[in-house]
């Protein structure tokens, strides 16, 4: 699965361990997040969209689909 | 809030090194006295078995340095440490089988108190294995 973590937490001009501390994980747990390693929870992915204020499908995006809308761009 | 959260987390792991630590520590005392005194002591004495059993007090606090360790870690710390888990559990179970089907080929029966050694030793090897899975 594929997410713009990164370039959110970028834009935010946040920290991994500020991100890390607003959601309660580790800072390598922010880590693996962003480069893709690991999937969050539905929870924590919930807590990841509420505090971007982006619908979660706006911040992940599963692969397929995101090869398809890569095509129709 | 950021600099609680970060301190929270590097006090979680400190809280159960130190704890952990501890633990182990009065273990190996523990179980040093322990052996010795049923070595020398009374083979018949009705406290052998007490004694035999004490170094399970300290284990007994290392179990819950682990737990309350385990219940306040993030949810990816919670996956590694289930996937050293699987692995320590899986290697364990084939290395003792083999070895219980080898004793029947003539192999010296081994004492049980390995068979956790080998368990934690496993768990141990699984967590770096698994951490450099996410981490790396």
């Known amino acids: 699965m594929k997410n713009r973590l990164k370039v959110l937490r970028a834009e935010h001009n946040w920290s991994q361990a500020e991100l890390s501390a607003y959601l309660g994980v580790s800072r390598q ?38 090869e398809s809308e890569a095509k129709n761009d | 809030m950021m600099n609680q959260e ?40 009705w406290w052998r078995i007490p004694l035999a059993l004490t170094p399970m007090i300290p284990i007994f606090f290392a179990l819950r340095a682990f737990l309350r360790y385990f219940h306040r870690i993030d949810e990816l710390q919670k996956r590694i440490q289930l996937e050293a888990f699987a692995l320590s559990f899986g290697i ?45």
């Open chain 1, 29 to 66: 747990t922010v880590n693996a997040l962003e480069t893709g390693k690991y999937d969050p929870s539905l929870p924590l992915a919930f807590k990841i969209a509420r505090l971007f204020q982006l619908p979660i499908e706006k911040i992940f995006q599963d692969d397929p689909v995101f």
């Open chain 2, 6 to 45: 970060a301190q929270k987390d590097q006090s979680v792991s400190k809280t159960y090194v130190r704890e952990f630590l501890t633990a182990m520590i009065a273990y190996a005392v523990v179980l040093i006295i322990s052996v010795s005194l049923l070595k020398n002591g009374p083979s018949d004495a």
């Open chain 2, 92 to 136: 364990s179970c084939v290395v003792t089988f083999s070895y219980g089907l080898l004793e029947y080929a003539g192999f010296p029966a081994l004492n049980w108190t390995w068979v956790p050694s080998l368990m934690i030793a496993l768990w141990g090897f699984g967590s770096v294995i698994a951490s450099l899975r996410y981490y790396k």
